[in-house]
């Protein structure tokens, strides 16, 4: 079993910067995929971006495209999420999960993932 725990959420006023992480604990894994999701009230929970834990190679959906930025660090076992120039279409609840069968490509539905956190709120003013 995999334990993910985010934080990092918070109040943020538009244009204004957070910096989420997500640290895993439990089994140990060197390959994966680890991604964010994020769910806003009343709207189904969406795709924002994903790294590879081997390679590090990321993607991103477009609405994110050149502010927010993911990163790793193997050896602490977590993810980040900076989030820039934030907008008020960017509050949600934001979870991280783990893709224990991909390796080399982000997979951006939510079923293929195995592990989840328990997810984190970022509310962003106008």
């Known amino acids: 079993q995999v334990q993910l725990v985010e934080s990092g959420g918070g109040l943020v006023q538009a244009g204004g910067s957070l910096r989420l992480s997500c640290a895993a604990s439990g089994r140990t894994f060197s390959t994966g995929v680890m991604g964010w999701f994020r769910q806003a009230p009343g709207k189904e929970r969406e795709f924002v971006g994903g790294i590879t834990w081997t390679g590090g190679r990321t993607y991103y959906v477009d609405f994110v495209k050149g502010r927010f930025t993911i990163s790793r660090d193997i050896a602490k076992n977590t993810m980040y999420l900076q989030m820039n120039s934030l907008k008020p279409e960017d509050t949600a609840v934001y979870s991280c999960?783990?893709?224990?069968?991909?390796?080399?490509?982000?997979?951006?539905?939510?079923?293929?993932?195995?592990?989840w956190g328990q997810g984190t709120q970022v509310t962003v003013s106008s």
């Open positions: 999960a783990l893709d224990t069968g991909s390796m080399w490509t982000v997979v951006t539905t939510a079923r293929s993932y195995d592990y």
